[in-house]
C-alpha cells in the first residue's frame, strides 16, 4: 500500500512562462484526482534555477519541506537566531502557510535530511568532510550551519561530548514538539553518523549504512526520542491541527516570568505556554551559552515532563512563581498543575 508521495524539486512540475504556478494543470490534476487527491503529496518546495524557493506557496492538500524550520532550529542552537525566529517555527509557521484554508500539517518540519549532516554530525563538525567521495571535498552543501562543540570530529573530552549530546536532544524536542508534520531522518533517534560527509550518496558502505546497533549513548538517546514522541501522543496540545493566534491557546514569556516585550523577541530565552487541549504545557528554550534564571509565570504550580540537561531524571513537582536556573543551551518542559504552595 501507498501512503502517498514525495516529490524532489517540485516545483519544476509548477513552472510555467512566468515562473512558478500554484493553479498549473499537474498540481490541478493531483487536487482533481479522486485516488491522489486521498494520499499524502508532499513537495520539496524548490529546484536548482534561481528564484525557485516557494515554501508555503503550494495549493491545499500538499504539504511542503519547510526548510525554514531547519534553519531557523540550526541557528537558534548555536546561537545566532533569536526568539522570535524560533517563536514563528514553534507555532507552525503560520505566516508561510496559514492561508487558503491550510493547516499546520502542512509544514513538514525537519532539522536533517538525506542531503547534509546528520544530527550527529551536526553537532561534531565545523565543516563537511567528503574527501572519500573523491571530488577533492568541492562536492555537498555548504550552509549546513553546524558547530562543533569546539572540537572537530570526534573526541574524549566528556565536557564536548555532554554538550554535543545535549545539543542533539534541544535539536529533537524543537522537532517532535513543534507544531507542524515532524520528519525525523533515519538514525538520528540513535546519533548515527557519516564520519562527517554531507553528501553520501555515493558511498556503499559503512559512511552511509545505517548500523541499526547502538552504543550506551545512542541507546539513551534513543529512549529519549521515545520519550519525546509519547509525549507528543499523550498530549493533544502539541499536536492541534489548527494555528496559533494568542487567543486562548499560546502565550510567551520572558525569564522573568512576565509577558514577552519587543526588545524580548530579539534575545535567546523565553517561554511557551500552550492552553487548549487537555493540560497546559510550558516549554522553555535557552539558546544562551551560559546559564539563566527563569521564574515560572502564573500561581499555578508546574510539573517538570523533561529536561535535556538531564534527560534521565524522573517527574519534579515545582511550586507556583518558582525560579529556576536554566542549564546552557537547554530545554525544559513542563506540565500545569495544582498549586504545591510556596
Known amino acids: 500500500y501507498v501512503d502517498g508521495f514525495r516529490f524532489d524539486l517540485a516545483t519544476i512540475l509548477a513552472r510555467g512562462p512566468h515562473g512558478f504556478d500554484r493553479h498549473c494543470g499537474f498540481l490541478q490534476a493531483c487536487g482533481q484526482d479522486p485516488l491522489l487527491r486521498t494520499v499524502k503529496l508532499i513537495a520539496e518546495p524548490w529546484d536548482c534555477e534561481l528564484g525557485s524557493h516557494h515554501v508555503g506557496n503550494f495549493p491545499p492538500g500538499w504539504a511542503e519541506w519547510n526548510d525554514k524550520f531547519r534553519d531557523t532550529a540550526r541557528d537558534f542552537w548555536r546561537g ?49 568532510h567528503n574527501e572519500a567521495n573523491g571530488e577533492g571535498n568541492r562536492d555537498g552543501g555548504t550552509h549546513d550551519r553546524s558547530w562543533n562543540c569546539g572540537a572537530e570530529g570526534p573526541v574524549d573530552d566528556p565536557a564536548i561530548n555532554e554538550l554535543r549530546a545535549r ?125 539563566v534564571p527563569f521564574t515560572l509565570p502564573g500561581q499555578a504550580g508546574w510539573r517538570l515532563l523533561l529536561d535535556t540537561a538531564n534527560p534521565e531524571a524522573e517527574d519534579e513537582n515545582l511550586p507556583a512563581s518558582y525560579a529556576r536556573p536554566l542549564a546552557p543551551r537547554s530545554v525544559l518542559l513542563l506540565q500545569q498543575v495544582a498549586d504545591f504552595g510556596e
Open 80 to 128: 545566532h537566531a533569536t526568539a522570535g525566529d524560533m517563536a514563528a517555527r514553534l507555532a507552525g509557521s503560520a505566516e508561510a502557510f496559514a492561508h487558503q484554508g491550510r493547516r499546520p500539517w502542512a509544514s513538514v518540519n525537519f532539522v536533517t535530511a538525506h542531503d547534509g549532516f546528520t544530527l550527529n554530525d551536526w553537532a561534531s563538525y565545523n565543516g563537511k
Open 167 to 291: 545539543q542533539r536532544r534541544n535539536m529533537l524536542v524543537t522537532l517532535l514538539l513543534a507544531r507542524g508534520t515532524p520528519m525525523l531522518l533515519a538514525g538520528d533517534e540513535f546519533a548515527r553518523t557519516q564520519q562527517g560527509n554531507n553528501n553520501a550518496y555515493c558511498q556503499d558502505n559503512e559512511i552511509s549504512w545505517v548500523d541499526w546497533k547502538t552504543d550506551a549513548a545512542g541507546a539513551a538517546l534513543l529512549r529519549f526520542t521515545r520519550k519525546l514522541i509519547g509525549l507528543r501522543r499523550e498530549f493533544p496540545v502539541l499536536g492541534c491541527g489548527r494555528f496559533l493566534t494568542g487567543v486562548g491557546d499560546v502565550a510567551w514569556f520572558n525569564p522573568g516570568g512576565a509577558p514577552m516585550a519587543a526588545a524580548d523577541w530579539r534575545k535567546h530565552c523565553f517561554g511557551m505556554r500552550l492552553t487548549g487541549l487537555g493540560p497546559a504545557l510550558l516549554l522553555i528554550l535557552n539558546g544562551y551559552q551560559h546559564e
